[in-house]
């Protein structure tokens, strides 16, 4: 939800239904290219889409546009042969298709460039687009041309014997796109192309969009940047738990109207109550910097943070700016270069990760999947991880299954985790029961400070809801909360105090009451006026 | 418990259904070569011939001990093919320390296998700290190390060998028979070796380990999601080298049996290729300390039948090769096919019973 250019604040009551917004049901003029018709996909235990609706016409760029976790990855793994839909049909240029594979929706024309770059780094580019296509063009000089032609053609400017390696990601992007359009693609699936671009870069590939449209390309990108959404697409179909809410012109919304579709009116604002926050300062981060390994701009730069009993501070920043880094650092899982993490009177800076996580220090980690959970473990032994040592996960070198059964028993009851029992495994459960589980653990052993990042992301409405309360019974109860959020509402609401990391440097402090979403964006992109910016420092120099 | 009743129905139906796959394909690759069908599944169907059973059990418990070694690893994610050079530089050394006969009777029994052990582990160290230090696969330096292991064992053994009048077999000295291990049942076709209480001992200490200790808690976790199990505090570092070294020592153990019960010498004509056996043993029990035993009870009795296979059914003893082979291929594939299809059913029985309004929180 993340909502840059509306002024709209969490507690402005969002009415949606009246909304009045033109073009909403006259189909699109010319051909369809993608015609999707009453898609329903389910996945065990939830809809992932039900009856959606999308109608792209050839020769358009065609945003499609929700929340995380409306059903946009979903959608466009459907339409590039990942899933298949349980009911629905699909048209490609009119014809009826089925995609069991990727290889038949490419074959079809449909090509998906992914968020994250599939490319060989120590290949070259032309290497990196011949690879499993060596049929189309060989792999010499003819494979060359075609590169050259097509990066002409669409203003590109890759050449084809440079090493992967050696590119900036705007370049890297415009190989993976370069890599559909080699195989024939004609309608080209852009997933969240901006999330990794600088504002430049974004400038750049909407330019090359454009041109690729006015090719007779069709373009589908997902996004929920609405202000680039706005700029660039001319058709906008908003997608709202899993089901298609509505199609509209871009020319005739505005950005906040287009939120408002987005969010929808049900959904629970994350405010917090009266401030509970104490002078008494529990976590103290000094000038933490971590160098890249890579050799490249340093991750996290002298780095000052401070978190008081009863405060949550939120991180703002877009996605790959230190957040994870700091998480990390925090956690003992990477080494600072310099600097100190203090927690009360513990030095934790140099403790082993499974020191800090026993000594009071909650981390929900921004990928449950990978780092808090055992997917095929039953719900009990999830419940001991992170906490092998401790009470009642064991009793010194022995576990004791049956105490952390108990306390499962307990914790699934305490945080309405919704299970038939504490046997099933952690896999079977959705995201957000999942999330409510991590959380019991967490709390479980007394922590002093809560390292939360993105902890709402891919949990359904209700357990957002259930975990926005549990973040702020901790902070009543004296926690200090890290919460690292791409989400501004939840910033805006669940703060005490919020600050935006950009490229491992954290900004002066926010105050949620007053900050808007779109400073906090302007911060989050560097586009923060220089009157601003200092403003901000003087402030924090003050503060000193 | 109707999930434990199911988890069982899992366990065995996979076996179940790999053993049925290598029946089917053994048998049209044995109509392929034109051979009668009935007559071998006849022969694996009989009772083994004299002496056989006891050589059954005796095989038996030294494919356990190698599958169990493999098995450590596998729980981490850490193949180590190595168990096969482990257990001959182990068994060389504890057969040369047994025979000087330093010390006397069950102690020198007892040194051996702390040898044993120490110098499996040790071997089986030098893959764990090229992987920690160096990030070399394990798959890689085992596999060097076992070459490693044969040259430098019969190098070695060239140099101390106890050569005797008229014979070209080349051995360490004998034990003396003091220090011989008594039968644990004596037939009169034959002996089951006293040390294949070794197998049975590991098996519970292996499985009280894996299920019961904080350290066999640590151990799963790294190998079903490295990345948790980082998280949570795990040093994978530190558990790779432990779980080398017990892997390492435990195939220390594999060679004991045969060296206490009946070679009382280790020399060229000792047996070789158990390590790589207890890999498909480990395999096909899946790291279960049951399902290893079942594995390696298997595997034995395949290899005891091949001789009857010959002289009965007319076959080639290799066609047992043939259908170990392509046992652990179908079971291999079994696993993955009945691991799959108990995750969806398990998906969709958690959603049908929440559904049903069925929780285990009091606020259903």
Redesign the interface.
């Known amino acids: 939800m993340c909502v840059i250019d509306t002024t709209d604040t969490p507690e402005a009551p969002t009415g949606v239904s009246g909304i009045a917004v033109a073009d909403v049901t006259a189909p699109p003029s010319g051909a369809l290219a993608v015609d999707l018709d009453g898609i329903t996909k389910r996945f065990p235990g939830v809809v992932a889409n039900k009856d959606l609706h999308l109608q792209v016409a050839r020769g358009t760029i065609h945003a499609i546009v929700g929340e995380n976790g409306a059903g946009k990855s979903t959608l466009m793994k459907i339409l590039y042969g990942v899933q298949k839909p349980d009911e629905g049909t699909i048209r490609i240029n009119g014809d009826e298709v089925s995609f069991s594979s990727p290889k038949d929706a490419i074959k079809a024309g449909v090509g998906m460039v992914f968020q994250h770059f599939m490319l060989a780094d120590n290949l070259t580019v032309l290497e990196n687009v011949v690879l499993g296509a060596e049929k189309l063009h060989g792999i010499g000089s003819k494979a060359r041309d075609e590169i050259k032609r097509i990066s002409d053609a669409y203003g590109l400017d890759v050449r084809p014997e440079m090493m992967v390696a050696d590119l900036g990601v705007g370049a890297r992007q415009r190989v993976e796109i370069l890599k559909v359009l080699y195989r024939g693609a004609k309608i080209l699936i852009l997933d969240e192309p901006t999330a990794v671009l600088v504002p430049q870069e974004v400038d750049e590939l909407f330019g090359n969009l454009k041109e690729m449209k006015s090719e007779g390309l069709t373009v589908l990108f997902i996004s929920h940047k609405l202000d680039e959404v706005r700029g660039v697409a001319d058709d906008i179909t908003v997608i709202r738990r899993g089901t298609t809410i509505d199609r509209v012109k871009s020319s005739s919304v505005t950005s906040k109207q287009l939120a408002e579709l987005m969010v929808g009116s049900q959904l629970p604002t994350p405010e917090t109550q009266e401030s509970t926050v104490t002078d008494r300062v529990v976590m103290q981060i000094t000038d933490v910097t971590l160098a890249d390994p890579a050799g490249g701009p340093a991750l996290l730069s002298d780095l000052d943070l401070t978190i008081h009993a009863g405060e949550v501070l939120g991180i703002a920043g877009v996605e790959g700016n230190g957040q994870a880094e700091l998480v990390e650092t925090i956690l003992g899982m990477r080494r600072a270069d310099a600097g100190t993490v203090v927690v009360e009177n513990d030095d934790i800076t140099a403790w082993p990760t499974r020191r800090i996580r026993e000594n009071g220090i909650g981390y929900i980690p921004e990928d449950r999947h990978r780092h808090a959970l055992l997917l095929g473990a039953p719900l009990w032994e999830n419940r001991m991880l992170g906490h092998q040592r401790q009470e009642p996960a064991s009793k010194g070198w022995r576990l004791t299954p049956k105490a952390a059964k108990d306390d499962t028993q307990r914790i699934v009851e305490a945080y309405d985790v919704r299970t038939p029992s504490i046997d099933v495994t952690a896999g079977s459960l959705s995201g957000g029961n999942q999330q409510k589980l991590i959380f019991g653990r967490e709390m479980s052993h007394a922590p002093r400070v809560l390292v939360a990042a993105h902890p709402t992301r891919g949990v359904d409405v209700g357990a957002q809801s259930a975990i926005w309360d549990h973040i702020k019974d901790a902070r009543r109860e004296g926690l200090a909360v890290l919460l690292i959020s791409a989400d501004l509402d939840e910033l805006i609401g669940l703060s005490d105090t919020i600050r935006v990391i950009l490229r491992g440097k954290l900004s002066g402090e926010f105050d949620p009451k007053t900050v808007t979403a779109e400073q906090l964006g302007a911060a989050m992109t560097g586009a923060n006026t220089p009157e601003n910016a200092t403003t901000v420092d003087a402030q924090e120099e003050a503060a000193r | 418990m109707n ?1 434990t009743l199911r988890r069982i129905g899992v366990a065995v139906a996979a076996p179940l259904l790999a053993i049925a796959i290598a029946v089917v394909l053994t048998s049209i690759v044995l109509l392929a070569l034109g051979n009668a069908v009935g007559p071998v599944w006849q022969v694996f169907l009989s009772t083994p011939m004299q002496g056989v059973a006891e050589a059954i059990v005796n095989d038996a418990a030294v494919l356990y001990l190698s599958g169990i070694a493999v098995a450590i690893g596998f729980r981490m994610n850490l193949f180590n093919i190595g168990v096969d050079g482990q257990y001959r530089v182990a068994a060389f050394a504890a057969a040369l320390f047994a025979g000087q006969g330093w010390l006397p009777g069950f102690l020198n029994v007892i040194g051996a296998l702390v040898l044993a052990m120490l110098v499996g582990a040790a071997w089986a160290g030098i893959i764990a700290v090229l992987k920690v230090t160096r990030g070399v696969s394990e798959v890689i330096s085992s596999i060097m190390l076992n070459s490693i292991a044969t040259g430098v064992v019969s190098w070695l053994l060239f140099k101390v060998a106890d050569k005797q009048e008229g014979s070209n077999a080349t051995n360490t000295k004998n034990i003396p028979e003091s220090s011989h291990v008594p039968a644990l049942a004596q037939t009169a076709t034959g002996q089951i070796f006293g040390l294949t209480i070794l197998a049975v001992l590991v098996g519970i200490a292996y499985w009280y380990v894996i ?8 151990l ?2 790294t190998g ?2 490295e ?2 199990a ?6 994978v570092k530190k558990m790779t080298i432990t779980a080398m070294l017990l892997s390492g020592a435990v195939a220390g153990l594999v060679g004991m049996p045969q060296l206490f019960g009946q070679d009382f010498n280790y020399g060229s004509n000792s047996q070789t290729g158990l390590g790589f056996a207890g890999i498909a043993v480990a395999l096909i029990g899946r790291n279960h300390p049951i399902g290893i035993g079942f594995g390696a009870l298997l595997w034995a009795y395949l290899n005891g039948q091949s001789n009857a296979l010959q002289i009965n059914a007319g076959v080639n003893a290799s066609l047992v090769n043939i259908i170990q082979g392509v046992m652990v291929l179908a079971v291999v594939i079994a696993y993955e096919l009945v691991r799959r299809w108990d ?2 059913i ?6 049908a ?2 559904a049903a309004g ?7």
């Open positions: 999930s299920n019961h200790t904080r350290f066999g808690f640590d799963r976790a079903s999601s990345s948790a980082v998280a949570s505090g795990v040093s995750k969806r398990e998906a969709r029985r958690v959603a019973e929440l069925k929780t285990a929180g009091a606020t259903a």
